[in-house]
C-alpha cells in the first residue's frame, strides 16, 4: 500500500526530472507488430526493436500482395499464413529479422515466441487489434500468452500499452530503477502500478501509459549520459 505522502514526494519527483513528451504511438490498428515489438523490446536496445519491426514490415511488404501495407494491417491469420506458406521457424524467421536474441532467462530465440504467440492469438480469437483491445484484460488470454516461455508481466502489459491501453504500466528494469532511486522501499510490482497511476492523476493529463514513457525516456536519456 503506497501512502499519500510517497506519493506527494514522487509526484514533485516526477515534475522535477521528468520532461513532457509525446505519449507512445504503439500500433493501435496492428496486434501483430504489438507482438512483435512487445517480444523484441525485452532487456533490448531500441534501436534493435526498430530494427526488427522495420526489417518484418519489409519482408510482408515483398510477399504479402495487398493495395495497401503502409501500417501492415493485416490478421493474425494473414500473418501465420505468411510464415506457413514460407516455411518459416523460429531459426529461419530470425536470420530474416537479422536478430537472433533469446528470451531473458531461456534459449528460446524471440521470433520463436513470436510465432507461437500469434498461434495462441489465433486460438483465442485474436485475429484483428480490436480483438487484442478486447481480450487483453481476460484472465484465460493472459494466462494462455504467459504460458508461452518469454512472454512474462512486462511483455503481456507492453503488449497492451501498444495496443491503446492508457492503464498499463510496464514494470521493467527502467521504470523498477526510476521508482528504486526514487525510494528502495517501494520494489513489488503492484506498488510501483499503484504508485504510477495515482501519480498519473495528480499529474493532470497524463495516463499510467504516458508516464511510463516519459521514465522510460528519462532513463535512457540517463544510460545514454
Known sequence: MISKEQIDKFVKHC?????LTEDILGYPNSAVLCALDAIF?????????????????QLLKKHVKKTELSNVNISVSEAINFIEENDYDGDSLADELGNRCTCPGTPR????????????????GVNTSDDLKAKID???????CKKEKGVGDACYNYMG????????????????????NFDPSI???????????????????????????MVWCYQRNAKVK
Open 161 to 180: 500499452m501498444l495496443g491503446g491501453d492508457r492503464t498499463r504500466v510496464k514494470v521493467d528494469v527502467h521504470v523498477t530503477r526510476f521508482v528504486e
Open 138 to 144: 481476460v484472465c484465460s488470454f493472459e494466462h494462455a
Open 15 to 19: 515534475k522535477n526530472k521528468l520532461t
Open 187 to 213: 520494489n513489488k510490482e503492484e506498488d510501483i502500478i499503484e504508485l504510477f497511476h495515482k501519480t498519473s492523476k495528480r499529474l493532470g493529463n497524463i495516463t499510467p501509459r504516458h508516464l511510463d514513457h
Open 41 to 57: 523490446s525485452l532487456t533490448a536496445h531500441y534501436s534493435s526493436v526498430v530494427n526488427v519491426v522495420t526489417r518484418y514490415c
Open 109 to 124: 530465440l524471440k521470433a520463436d515466441c513470436f510465432i507461437s504467440l500469434l498461434k495462441v492469438f489465433k486460438t483465442n
